[in-house]
């Protein structure tokens, strides 16, 4: 069994509200903007045999309500068939790299990365040598200020707002300045907006850590870009890649995608030009 899951739900809370927590799905103390729906998502692991329990703690004033709906689980099960999430056990989900301005790339993996100290030893899926996930190779001859980019497939979102979550990996005592990890949006006018930036500040061990970015509707695609900093310590891995919105594939499985967000029959695709 997979020791990854998602618990999604949709949620309002009054802009007055004195809520604090909510046990187990999300800790906050935001409340939600015009009273409007928001959909939250977070990492639950394996489940067997387990309740889940929703929890409201409120503070002291009257108008702590809350309202939830629409609650599911993602990638409880055969995690490639949701759009756009991705364990890499079974290929690339169509994450592949266009070779527009990158000057190293990122590369599928199993196991350790080769050089000593500078990757996980295993991916975070089966968490074995078995397992696959991705990752960007900073040895020699990386130079500080390299970046490589892992382009997601073309996606149209309906929903209003849209979270991606995904596992990332960098070693804590690397003391490497400058590396970084960046998630970006990229829109249908191939404009670009950052929206997670994740550095050496932000590792708090050694193992697989959870990130995760909201993403607004519409036509787009993820950028994972990785920044190479000033050492050959600075690999960068992500794995188990998922999403909590309603998501549609731009192009047909008989369909190439392009660069831009255009689909084209495959028939017609010539990989030699």
Same mark, same amino acid.
């Not at 991606?164 to 249908?188: C, P, R, S, Y």
């Not at 998922?242 to 660069?259: G, I, N, R, V």
């Given at each position: 069994? @997979?020791?990854?899951?998602?618990?999604?739900?949709?949620?309002?809370?009054?802009?007055?509200?004195?809520?604090?927590?909510?046990?187990?799905?999300?800790?906050?103390?935001?409340?939600?903007? &015009? #009273?409007?729906?928001?959909?939250?998502?977070?990492?639950?692991?394996?489940? #067997?045999?387990?309740?889940?329990? /929703?929890?409201? %703690?409120? $503070? =002291? $004033?009257?108008?702590?309500?809350?309202?939830?709906?629409?609650?599911?689980? /993602? &990638?409880? $099960?055969?995690?490639?068939?949701?759009?756009?999430?991705?364990?890499?056990?079974?290929?690339?989900?169509?994450?592949?790299?266009? /070779?527009?301005?990158?000057?190293? #790339? +990122?590369?599928?993996?199993?196991?350790? %990365?080769?050089?000593?100290?500078?990757?996980?030893?295993?991916?975070?899926?089966?968490? #074995?040598?078995?397992?696959?996930?991705?990752?960007?190779?900073?040895?020699?001859?990386?130079?500080?200020?390299?970046? =490589?980019? @892992?382009?997601?497939?073309?996606?149209?979102?309906?929903?209003?707002?849209?979270?991606?979550?995904?596992? +990332?990996?960098?070693? *804590?005592?690397? $003391?490497?300045?400058?590396?970084?990890?960046?998630? *970006?949006?990229?829109?249908?006018?191939?404009?670009?907006?950052?929206? =997670?930036e994740i550095n050496q500040s932000s590792i708090a061990t050694n193992d697989w850590e959870h990130g995760s970015a909201m993403f607004t509707n519409g036509i787009f695609k993820v950028l994972f870009e990785a920044n190479r900093g000033s050492s050959y310590y600075g690999d960068i891995s992500i794995d188990d890649?998922?999403?909590?919105?309603?998501?549609?594939?731009?192009? %047909?499985?008989?369909?190439?995608?392009?660069?831009?967000?255009?689909?084209?029959?495959?028939?017609?695709?010539?990989?030699?030009?």
């Open positions: 069994m @997979l020791e990854r899951c998602d618990l999604s739900v949709t949620m309002v809370m009054a802009l007055f509200s004195n809520l604090i927590s909510y046990r187990m799905i999300l800790k906050t103390d935001q409340p939600s903007q &015009n #009273n409007d729906w928001q959909r939250k998502a977070v990492p639950i692991g394996g489940l #067997n045999d387990a309740v889940v329990v /929703i929890e409201v %703690t409120v $503070g =002291a $004033g009257y108008g702590g309500h809350v309202a939830i709906d629409d609650i599911s689980f /993602i &990638n409880c $099960g055969l995690m490639e068939r949701v759009p756009g999430t991705c364990s890499f056990e079974h290929g690339s989900c169509g994450y592949k790299e266009f /070779i527009v301005n990158d000057e190293f #790339n +990122w590369m599928l993996n199993q196991g350790p %990365t080769p050089s000593y100290y500078t990757g996980p030893d295993a991916d975070h899926t089966y968490k #074995n040598a078995s397992g696959h996930y991705y990752y960007a190779e900073a040895s020699a001859p990386r130079q500080n200020g390299d970046i =490589a980019t @892992l382009n997601s497939p073309w996606f149209e979102a309906t929903d209003s707002q849209c979270m991606i979550t995904f596992f +990332w990996h960098m070693q *804590k005592l690397a $003391g490497d300045k400058g590396t970084k990890l960046l998630v *970006k949006q990229q829109f249908d006018d191939m404009s670009t907006k950052v929206r =997670a890649v998922s999403f909590a919105c309603d998501l549609t594939p731009l192009c %047909t499985d008989t369909q190439y995608e392009c660069y831009v967000p255009e689909c084209i029959p495959s028939h017609r695709y010539d990989s030699s030009l």
